[in-house]
């Protein structure tokens, strides 16, 4: 561990550019996967376990089309297109019926929902390991000490355009302003003739094509499997507790934070704690909280 | 007709119970067959190298009964596999087991697929007194129980990666300055092949410069990569299941890593060559078994001899998976053990088993007092520029450092 922090910061500081940056590209689609857990759980007050899984679902079919000869732009569309329907079926089917209920039927719910995309994606591609390669160029700089590929600057610009769009859209549409509403207050919002079904529903399906835009990045800039959905669904929620619900600066900054953290961890505990140190990160957060929060309970009489 | 069915059902009770009778008698040796049995995996997680077992088992048979079969005492036999399908899981194949040699009657017994579903099996074939002679187990930790009965003719699985070590050092004018990177994942298998590693490390008291550990769910190795490049050591080896592999690859291709000798385990598997044929130029794979390989028996012929008749046999295959060899090779060392002990007591055979000595198309087979085989080493393997995996026997034919272009 000394030796890695002595190969940081003095033999060869030069690596902290290539960590910061994966630590970018990482947190970019880290903070996609994870406003949308934010929103789900902001407006529905759902706590989607299965969103790790509709990242690796958008994988897949990112797979496919690949497979088709798709371009990717392209398949950018058609996923989260396919994942938005997909997410709209399964609030009907779904969703719709735990929403009034409390916490741990939303949890069990999906819970089953991800059990069941894990095994089907399972069934269809079979346990191997898969990756898209878009066989893009790679830039080096540094003496190659740094490399660059062009797979993960392109997956930061989809990020970006996603994100910008879904700001613009909650802010400025009517649609995203009756989204804001809801979750402000549900009641007052119907008894304004917002049809809230609908609005859950949208919120729901946008939730599911933001996982499978950051399924499309996750599968060009690294590997799937059927399993890995999980430490996607961990890293969503540590974002989300850290930054808050419904705050998409808060969960941009959240998740290129947990990222370098992830990457730091790494080199310096090593890689085997990566996955760790988000969960660290919720630990930490819960317990300040709980601190601050003690502090301004007061007991009413 | 009410009398009627009674009478059927009364018949058919007789019958079945007279077949169940006549069952029990289906005993090691049946007439003039001798009955071997197996739990073997043909479905769940295990079922497609399940399959490549069974079918080099069944080749084996099939070439055995074909050329004269098992003469014991002056008297041919044939041979016969009673299988059961343990659906991947420890506890039934134990119960299987456990139902061939107390129902079924078997007292030779052919090993199951992996080392997990051989742990699960080997003590209940140890408790009966039953020798087992498996093909598919390779954990270092199934020859440190004391089992009496088990024999496998693989090599174990701290020996995979340690040729490569091997190599390295014969590479080097002084091994003691060969400065290694190790990557390797936490599970039982990994952690066998990296102890096989440090052993070597340690004998030529070379450096160990990065020893990370991989997570389970492994898709992103990026900061160990960093590492590799900052400390550019000589040796760079991984071992993580084919999901390792496939990651590796990716990310060395990705980072444009440059190490002198990259050796991984599972590149077949995660087909590497196939997925980034740049990057997998130069790595050092290991295998249980090659079709090239220079070894001969009476029975099979060469390497390349078996290779073809069991293609021949199962047209499905385009290049024959080292599974299926091994299993041809333990049905041989059975038939090689009963015409030795010229007997049919199972310790007059174990004690037989325990005494083999023999080359086969698979390679030599000799087991230590644990019962691993001794005689035959790993082989390894390199991808060069066209994807084709060459076969290094000696460090002469390595090519060190390996020469890639990003």
């Given at each position: 561990m000394l030796s890695n922090l002595e190969l940081l910061f003095y033999w060869a500081p030069i690596i902290n550019v290539q960590i910061i940056l994966e630590g970018i590209f990482v947190g970019a689609v880290f903070a996609l996967s994870a406003y949308g857990l934010a929103l789900v759980w902001g407006v529905m007050n759902i706590k989607n376990l299965a969103q790790g899984d509709f990242v690796i679902m958008g994988g897949y079919m990112a797979f496919s089309l690949h497979a088709m000869h798709v371009p990717l732009p392209l398949i950018m569309i058609a996923v989260?297109?396919?994942?938005?329907?997909?997410?709209?079926?399964?609030?009907?089917?779904?969703?719709?019926?735990?929403?009034?209920?409390?916490?741990?039927?939303?949890?069990?719910?999906?819970?089953?929902?991800?059990?069941?995309?894990?095994?089907?994606?399972?069934?269809?591609?079979?346990?191997?390991?898969?990756?898209?390669?878009?066989?893009?160029?790679?830039?080096d700089a540094f003496d190659n000490m740094v490399t660059i590929p062009s797979s993960k600057i392109l997956s930061l610009f989809f990020a970006a355009v996603i994100a910008a769009g879904v700001i613009i859209f909650m802010k400025k549409s009517r649609l995203g302003q009756a989204i804001r509403a809801t979750s402000q207050d549900p009641r007052a919002a119907r008894v304004l003739g917002i049809n809230t079904d609908r609005v859950y529903a949208f919120t729901f399906a946008i939730n599911a094509a933001l996982c499978g835009a950051a399924g499309v990045l996750v599968s060009i800039i690294w590997v799937i499997q059927p399993f890995y959905g999980i430490t996607y669904s961990v890293r969503s929620f540590a974002i989300v507790t850290a930054a808050g619900?419904?705050?998409?600066?808060?969960?941009?900054?959240?998740?290129?934070?947990?990222?370098?953290?992830?990457?730091?961890?790494?080199?310096?505990?090593?890689?085997?704690?990566?996955?760790?140190?988000?969960?660290?990160?919720?630990?930490?957060?819960?317990?300040?909280?709980?601190?601050?929060?003690?502090?301004?309970?007061?007991?009413?009489? | 007709m009410k009398q009627f069915s009674m009478k059927a059902i009364t018949a058919v009770a007789?019958?079945?119970?007279?077949?169940?009778?006549?069952?029990n008698a289906l005993a090691k040796v049946e007439g003039d067959t001798i009955i071997l049995g197996s739990s073997i995996s043909l479905t769940g997680k295990y079922a497609t190298n399940g399959l490549h077992t069974q079918r080099g088992y069944d080749y084996a048979v099939k070439m055995i009964n074909d050329n004269g079969g098992v003469t014991v005492d002056g008297k041919s036999y044939q041979l016969a596999v009673k299988y059961y399908d343990d659906e991947s899981t420890p506890a039934r194949g134990a119960q299987l087991a456990e139902r061939l040699i107390q129902q079924d009657g078997v007292e030779y017994m052919l090993g199951p697929y992996?080392?997990?579903?051989?742990?699960?099996?080997?003590?209940v074939s140890e408790k009966f007194g039953v020798p087992m002679v498996e093909a598919e187990g390779a954990s270092r930790s199934l020859f440190t129980q004391g089992y009496?009965?088990?024999?496998?003719?693989?090599?174990?699985?701290?020996?995979?990666?340690?040729?490569?070590?091997?190599?390295?050092?014969?590479?080097?004018?002084?091994?003691?300055?060969?400065?290694?990177?190790?990557?390797?994942?936490?599970?039982?298998?990994?952690?066998?092949?990296?102890?096989?590693?440090?052993?070597?490390?340690?004998?030529?008291?070379?450096?160990?410069?990065?020893?990370?550990?991989?997570?389970?769910?492994?898709?992103?190795?990026?900061?160990?990569?960093?590492?590799?490049?900052?400390?550019?050591?000589?040796?760079?080896?991984?071992?993580?299941?084919s999901k390792g592999a496939a990651t590796a690859a990716r990310q060395i291709d990705e980072m444009k890593v440059n190490?002198?000798?990259?050796?991984?385990?599972?590149?077949?598997?995660?087909?590497?060559?196939?997925k980034f044929p740049k990057a997998s130029d130069g790595f050092l794979c290991p295998t249980q078994w090659v079709e090239s390989l220079s070894k001969s028996d009476p029975m099979f012929g060469s390497a390349?001899?078996?290779?073809?008749?069991?293609?021949?046999?199962?047209?499905?295959?385009?290049?024959?998976?080292?599974?299926?060899?091994?299993?041809?090779?333990?049905?041989?060392?059975?038939?090689?053990?009963?015409?030795a002990a010229n007997s049919f007591d199972k310790d007059a055979v174990r004690d037989a088993i325990a005494a083999t000595e023999m080359e086969t198309f698979y390679g030599d087979i000799k087991f230590s007092e644990n019962g691993n085989n001794i005689a035959k080493p790993m082989f390894m393997r390199q991808i060069d520029a066209s994807g084709t995996y060459n076969l290094v026997e000696t460090a002469d034919q390595l090519t060190y450092p390996r020469n890639v272009k990003y």
């Amino acid at each position: 561990m000394l030796s890695n922090l002595e190969l940081l910061f003095y033999w060869a500081p030069i690596i902290n550019v290539q960590i910061i940056l994966e630590g970018i590209f990482v947190g970019a689609v880290f903070a996609l996967s994870a406003y949308g857990l934010a929103l789900v759980w902001g407006v529905m007050n759902i706590k989607n376990l299965a969103q790790g899984d509709f990242v690796i679902m958008g994988g897949y079919m990112a797979f496919s089309l690949h497979a088709m000869h798709v371009p990717l732009p392209l398949i950018m569309i058609a996923v989260m297109v396919g994942m938005f329907m997909f997410g709209w079926v399964i609030y009907i089917i779904m969703i719709r019926r735990i929403i009034d209920q409390d916490m741990f039927v939303s949890l069990l719910a999906t819970f089953g929902l991800s059990l069941l995309v894990q095994q089907v994606m399972n069934i269809i591609y079979g346990p191997e390991v898969q990756t898209v390669d878009m066989e893009l160029p790679i830039y080096d700089a540094f003496d190659n000490m740094v490399t660059i590929p062009s797979s993960k600057i392109l997956s930061l610009f989809f990020a970006a355009v996603i994100a910008a769009g879904v700001i613009i859209f909650m802010k400025k549409s009517r649609l995203g302003q009756a989204i804001r509403a809801t979750s402000q207050d549900p009641r007052a919002a119907r008894v304004l003739g917002i049809n809230t079904d609908r609005v859950y529903a949208f919120t729901f399906a946008i939730n599911a094509a933001l996982c499978g835009a950051a399924g499309v990045l996750v599968s060009i800039i690294w590997v799937i499997q059927p399993f890995y959905g999980i430490t996607y669904s961990v890293r969503s929620f540590a974002i989300v507790t850290a930054a808050g619900l419904g705050n998409l600066p808060g969960v941009i900054t959240a998740g290129f934070g947990i990222g370098l953290f992830e990457k730091y961890v790494g080199v310096i505990v090593g890689t085997a704690y990566e996955v760790a140190a988000p969960v660290s990160i919720l630990l930490i957060v819960l317990i300040i909280r709980q601190i601050s929060m003690k502090r301004n309970r007061q007991v009413v009489k | 007709m009410k009398q009627f069915s009674m009478k059927a059902i009364t018949a058919v009770a007789a019958v079945s119970t007279t077949l169940a009778l006549g069952g029990n008698a289906l005993a090691k040796v049946e007439g003039d067959t001798i009955i071997l049995g197996s739990s073997i995996s043909l479905t769940g997680k295990y079922a497609t190298n399940g399959l490549h077992t069974q079918r080099g088992y069944d080749y084996a048979v099939k070439m055995i009964n074909d050329n004269g079969g098992v003469t014991v005492d002056g008297k041919s036999y044939q041979l016969a596999v009673k299988y059961y399908d343990d659906e991947s899981t420890p506890a039934r194949g134990a119960q299987l087991a456990e139902r061939l040699i107390q129902q079924d009657g078997v007292e030779y017994m052919l090993g199951p697929y992996s080392s997990g579903m051989t742990k699960a099996i080997a003590p209940v074939s140890e408790k009966f007194g039953v020798p087992m002679v498996e093909a598919e187990g390779a954990s270092r930790s199934l020859f440190t129980q004391g089992y009496k009965y088990l024999f496998a003719v693989l090599s174990t699985s701290e020996q995979y990666l340690a040729t490569a070590i091997d190599m390295a050092a014969a590479k080097s004018d002084d091994p003691s300055k060969v400065r290694v990177a190790m990557a390797f994942e936490g599970d039982p298998f990994s952690m066998d092949v990296r102890a096989g590693v440090v052993d070597k490390i340690e004998q030529y008291g070379m450096q160990v410069v990065i020893d990370d550990q991989l997570p389970a769910d492994l898709s992103d190795m990026s900061t160990t990569l960093t590492k590799v490049k900052a400390l550019r050591p000589d040796i760079l080896v991984i071992s993580g299941h084919s999901k390792g592999a496939a990651t590796a690859a990716r990310q060395i291709d990705e980072m444009k890593v440059n190490v002198n000798m990259i050796a991984m385990t599972h590149c077949e598997a995660a087909k590497v060559q196939e997925k980034f044929p740049k990057a997998s130029d130069g790595f050092l794979c290991p295998t249980q078994w090659v079709e090239s390989l220079s070894k001969s028996d009476p029975m099979f012929g060469s390497a390349s001899e078996w290779n073809t008749g069991f293609k021949a046999a199962y047209p499905s295959y385009t290049s024959v998976p080292y599974q299926s060899a091994q299993a041809s090779a333990a049905v041989y060392v059975w038939k090689e053990a009963f015409e030795a002990a010229n007997s049919f007591d199972k310790d007059a055979v174990r004690d037989a088993i325990a005494a083999t000595e023999m080359e086969t198309f698979y390679g030599d087979i000799k087991f230590s007092e644990n019962g691993n085989n001794i005689a035959k080493p790993m082989f390894m393997r390199q991808i060069d520029a066209s994807g084709t995996y060459n076969l290094v026997e000696t460090a002469d034919q390595l090519t060190y450092p390996r020469n890639v272009k990003y």
